[in-house]
């Protein structure tokens, strides 16, 4: 029976076991996924930390929520969003609940195909970080021509939004702590280094001025610098830093409430990121992979909120 990931309890990463369990038969419009990489994010963690309440109910928990792997079995009228799916397929998957596992069921809707030129754990980190970073895009306008500021552009998300704004063509400028700048030169930014003084180091960076902001850390001084160096608030936006979005007016984006989920923008993102992927025009960082048996170790690294682009975890 394959490996599963569940969250026994609320908690930190000890409450997390690993148990074999027996996978289900697809029914109508599913897929079996045999899982070869899934993607860790932050919220993964988040879901049984008590961030979002402490529902008995929803225990024993599984967790993550994309996956790259190949389809072993399929339902009746198994269609995914981009024709039909095949046993054998090299597929991704997201949102995929449940994905921290060895095989796993999911609607054929939230499978896209596999880029080669992605190996399985890069495959796997594309698309969560990736849609997010579309819809920040696609939120505050961000053209050719514009000049950005990306907090936090070495981390899960910025590191797709570094590469997706430039690819666009706009001037960017991100943020990271010094050991990263050489990187996020690579992906296509200008570097500046966060903490006290980060609004006269962009202006320096950008003496004709940013057009818009990303804070993709939820920090004050993000916030605080973006409202200093943006005139237009409608062109910061935040995933993190829902209380100071309500209280400044800048755009909150994602599935917290009150947050624009962008359901339809980060759906539309998902074959325009595997066709960048796929024409080598986006990079999948990942800079850790761990077993599936170490998931709590792995989880232990995205909580320290200083990890490069994407960790994966291997069945
Ligand atoms: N709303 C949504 O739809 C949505 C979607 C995805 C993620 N999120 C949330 O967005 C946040 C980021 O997600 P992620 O996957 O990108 O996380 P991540 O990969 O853990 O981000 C880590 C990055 O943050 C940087 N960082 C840490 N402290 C910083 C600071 N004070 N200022 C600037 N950068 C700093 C780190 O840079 P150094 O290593 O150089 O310190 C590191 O590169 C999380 O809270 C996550 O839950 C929200």
Redesign the pocket.
Do not use: Q
């Given at each position: 029976m394959p490996p599963v990931v569940i969250a026994a309890d609320y908690g930190g990463p000890e409450v997390l076991t690993v148990r074999n369990e027996p996978t289900p038969e697809p029914g109508p419009g599913q897929a079996r996924v045999a899982i070869k990489a899934s993607g860790v994010?932050?919220?993964d963690c988040?879901m049984y930390s008590g961030a979002f309440g402490r529902d008995p109910g929803r225990l024993p928990m599984r967790l993550g929520l994309e996956a790259a792997g190949i389809v072993t079995h399929l339902g009746p009228d198994a269609v995914g969003p981009v024709g039909p799916v095949h046993a054998g397929d090299e597929v991704i998957a997201f949102r995929a609940p449940g994905a921290h596992a060895g095989e796993l069921v999911v609607p054929a809707q939230s499978l896209v195909p596999k880029p080669e030129a992605l190996d399985w754990a890069q495959a796997a980190g594309l698309l969560?970080?990736g849609a997010?970073a579309w819809?920040c895009l696609v939120a505050t306008g961000v053209a050719s021509g514009d000049t950005v500021l990306i907090?936090?552009?070495?981390?899960?998300?910025?590191?797709m939004a570094v590469q997706l704004a430039a690819d666009r063509g706009a001037s960017v400028i991100a943020?990271?702590?010094?050991?990263?700048h050489e990187l996020l030169r690579e992906l296509g930014a200008i570097p500046v280094e966060?903490?006290p003084g980060l609004a006269d180091r962009v202006r320096s960076a950008a003496p004709a001025g940013v057009d818009a902001a990303l804070d993709?850390?939820?920090?004050d001084?993000?916030v605080d610098v973006s409202l200093e160096l943006v005139a237009d608030r409608t062109r910061i936006a935040t995933?993190?830093a829902m209380g100071r979005a309500a209280a400044t007016g800048i755009r909150?984006?994602?599935?917290?409430p009150g947050?624009d989920?962008?359901t339809e923008i980060r759906a539309a993102a998902r074959p325009e990121l595997v066709r960048l992927a796929s024409e080598g025009r986006l990079r999948v960082i990942v800079s850790q992979t761990f077993p599936l048996t170490s998931v709590a170790d792995a989880h232990r690294a995205?909580m320290?909120?200083?990890?490069?682009?994407?960790?994966a975890l291997i069945p």
């Open positions: 994010n932050p919220v988040k969560l970080t997010t819809h907090h936090a552009g070495s981390g899960g998300v910025g590191a943020t990271a702590s010094p050991a990263r966060y903490g993709l850390i939820g920090a001084e993000a995933i993190a909150a984006l994602g599935g917290a947050a989920p962008g995205i320290t909120g200083h990890t490069t682009g994407k960790i």
